[in-house]
């Protein structure tokens, strides 16, 4: 049987949305079996799970019998986060931002001036 080849960072973004969906700490055994397609091996899910710990894009709880997870931002804010980290990293601000506003669809484009307005 071959395994489910998936590209990089691929488990780690399905283990992100898993958590986020849930709500509530789940053990590596829940978070396998709710992840997209063949269930990868447990070793797998919790290599991926280490990685997101030391990322500190998830939360380990070992308090209680069974180690759970969490995630540690909503997925809003840790999109935003992951955008200023990048933003932070360009040589360039200005047309990091021109270049991504550029390529906004309309209707994105209509909800940053509205919001823009707002604030």
Do not use: C, Y
């Amino acid at each position: 049987m071959n395994p489910v080849r998936r590209a990089r960072g691929e488990l780690e973004a399905q283990v992100l949305h898993v958590l986020w969906g849930a709500g509530e700490g789940l053990t590596a055994k829940q978070i396998g079996e709710r992840l997209p397609g063949a269930a990868p091996a447990p070793t797998t899910v919790l290599t991926a799970l280490d990685r997101l710990v030391a990322k500190q894009h998830v939360v380990r709880d070992d308090r209680q019998r069974g180690i759970t997870f969490r995630a540690a931002r909503t997925e809003e804010q840790h999109v935003s986060q992951t955008m200023l980290d990048q933003l932070r990293t360009s040589s360039n601000r200005e047309a990091a931002l021109l270049h991504f506003v550029g390529n906004l669809a309309d209707e994105d484009a209509e909800l940053l001036r509205r919001s823009l307005r707002r604030n």
